[in-house]
Nanobody, 123 residues
């Protein structure tokens, strides 16, 4: 059974940093792209960042470019989201997801999802 488990969320002041982790298990993820999405209360789940599982290609939402960095450690089957210069509008539940051969912004292309981790940024 495939599992994606996020961790690292919490409460931080505006301007602060957090690093989210997503540990994948249950299958071999070679060839799978990984993405991070965010969902604020009452809003749609939105793409934040994606990374090719091998090769290093990355994509970012315009709202986080220059502030967030996605990376991965294939040996640990783990993907990270380093979040710097956090803003109150970054407050959301953050989900990681896995997609075969894809790491873009379309939610429907992702096959597996984690349970989410809450990020709250106070002003």
């Amino acid at each position: 059974q495939v599992q994606l488990v996020e961790s690292g969320g919490g409460l931080v002041q505006a301007g602060g940093s957090l690093r989210l982790s997503c540990a994948a298990s249950g299958r071999t993820f070679g060839g799978y792209g990984m993405g991070w999405f965010s969902q604020a209360p009452g809003k749609e789940r939105e793409f934040v960042a994606g990374i090719r599982w091998s090769g290093g290609g990355t994509l970012y939402a315009n709202s986080v470019k220059g502030r967030f960095t996605i990376s991965r450690d294939n040996a640990k089957n783990t993907v990270y989201l380093q979040m710097n210069s956090l803003k109150p509008e970054d407050t959301a539940v953050y989900y990681c997801a896995a997609a075969s051969g894809y790491y873009g912004s379309s939610r429907s292309r992702y096959d597996y999802w984690g349970q989410g981790t809450q990020v709250t940024v106070s002003s």
